[in-house]
């Protein structure tokens, strides 16, 4: 948005509309302020994950599914393997914790790892962390593993399948604050309600000057909000798969 109010200003410049150009410098120099120093981010951050914030109290049943998404791999420069990227970390985390109690409550309990080789890192995603998981103390017989998903739409799409086979009589949904909104909108879509249990949250930092960080989290607060109005979109043109019961 800024980079666009600044190319109008060079455009209405050139065009030597001076008082115009002078008014969108200085909505342009307002906007760097907003996002940069918290304000706008913070604001956005608050309508994706202000509602997932504390974790949720629910009853396991006996039989429990918990699909953990994926959130990309990194390829480690001194022995070439693969690994959870760093925004992953708590994800995974947060999965084995609802692992540990489920299985504590004495249900039977399997975590689904959703993420295909959206990357082209070699290997999918879900692979990479079935063997975090494990390494974690997650039984290896306890982890499905979803590889074909290359975006949150297939997660909910391919999940679906392996879940009705499963067919758990409560299922938990793990990644991060800031995607839960429109992960639980897809997983909807696809007949699937579960609950959702976030891994991070990820937040702005409030500065008086502007801040590199404050404009990456509007960056991807507005990659979701895109999303979201991407999919109700597709639905009024039709274009979207049908919806499941």
Known sequence: MVLLLLCLLAYLARRKRPRLA??????ALL?????????????????????????PSFPWGARNAIVLLGAGTFKDPAHGTLEPSFFAD???LAAVAQYQSCHAAGGD????ASGGDAQGNGAPEAAVYRDALVHAGVPAADVLVEDRSLSTWHNAQYSK??????????????????????SLLYFAHFGIEPVPVRGDLLEPLWSIYPLSWNFTVADAALHEY???ARYHVYNALGLNAPKMR
Do not use: E, N
């Open 22 to 27: 002078r008014t969108l410098g200085v909505i």
């Open 31 to 55: 906007l760097v302020f907003a996002v940069g120093c918290g304000p706008v981010p913070g604001w956005l951050m608050r309508g994706l994950q202000g509602d997932y914030a504390s974790a």
């Open 90 to 92: 708590g994800r995974i």
């Open 109 to 112: 309990c399997k975590v689904l």
């Open 161 to 182: 399948p392996m879940l009705a086979a499963y067919a758990p009589q409560r299922t938990v949904l793990v990644t991060s604050g800031l995607h839960m909104r429109r």
């Open 226 to 228: 895109v999303g979201i």
